[in-house]
């Protein structure tokens, strides 16, 4: 079984801050890791993938095998990244799973 | 938009009553899931289709729900006999086939509301 962790519901930063949005995993195999994006009124996204191994609007992401992590950061926050974060995983069965997200507010 | 698109947008429907949304992927996508998306929660996975053929549907998914995608295009999912606990945003989403990395590209979902 495959599942997606994401401890906090809410994580409320100033701008300019650094952030940190956690991610744990469970799954025993080599799993695909994803951050979608959802702003306000708009459709859920693609933020970054782990194979990419890209930096998307600052935010990064690593992959931390032995600590089953996936989390997201960025350096300074910017009031444009208030959104709703997913974590998502795709193991062997093509069917991918998500966190419960993290709601981020940065404020100005 | 090439984009993936959901109709309606939003359905508000009496207990009991049937409903069917509709699906439609981006063109060139041959894998179509279907999720369920409550009040703080994340997506929860219903059904996938790996061109018209249903390949899996998950336990949340009841006898009333059934999904189609008859010519590998469009989907539906008809909710028969539905129940306040029905009561979700219904979110399709594509993907290009057999590739993990693949990431979805979802719809703007329909707001299901039953009262």
């Known amino acids: 079984a495959q599942r997606v962790t994401q401890p906090e519901k809410l994580l409320s930063v100033f701008k300019g801050a650094p952030v940190e949005l956690k991610c744990n995993y469970s799954y025993s195999g080599s799993p695909e890791l994803f951050w979608y994006v959802q702003y306000s009124r708009q459709r859920l996204q693609l933020l970054l993938r782990?194979?990419s191994r890209e930096s998307i609007k600052g935010f990064t992401a690593d992959l931390n095998k032995g600590e089953t992590s996936f989390h997201l950061k960025k350096p300074f926050a910017q009031e444009e990244d208030s959104a709703m974060y997913y974590c998502a995983l795709t193991g062997g069965s093509y069917i991918p799973t998500f966190g419960r997200g993290t709601s981020l507010i940065v404020h100005p | 938009d090439t984009g993936v698109s959901q109709d309606p947008r939003h359905k508000i429907t009496k207990r009991g009553q049937n409903v069917t949304f509709r699906c439609d992927p981006i063109s060139e996508h041959n894998r179509l899931y279907w999720y369920r998306q409550t009040l703080g929660q994340g997506p929860e996975f219903l059904t996938y289709?790996?061109?018209?053929?249903?390949?899996?549907k998950s336990r949340l998914l009841s006898d009333r729900f059934s999904a189609e995608r008859p010519k590998g295009s469009f989907s539906t999912l008809e909710i028969q006999r539905t129940e306040q606990g029905d009561s979700a945003m219904y979110l399709c989403?594509?993907?290009?086939?057999?590739?993990?990395?693949?990431?979805?590209?979802f719809g703007n979902g329909t707001r299901l509301t039953v009262t």
């Open positions: 782990h194979i």
């Open positions: 989403a594509s993907s290009l086939v057999g590739r993990r990395e693949s990431p979805l590209h």
């Open positions: 289709f790996q061109n018209e053929a249903q390949l899996e």
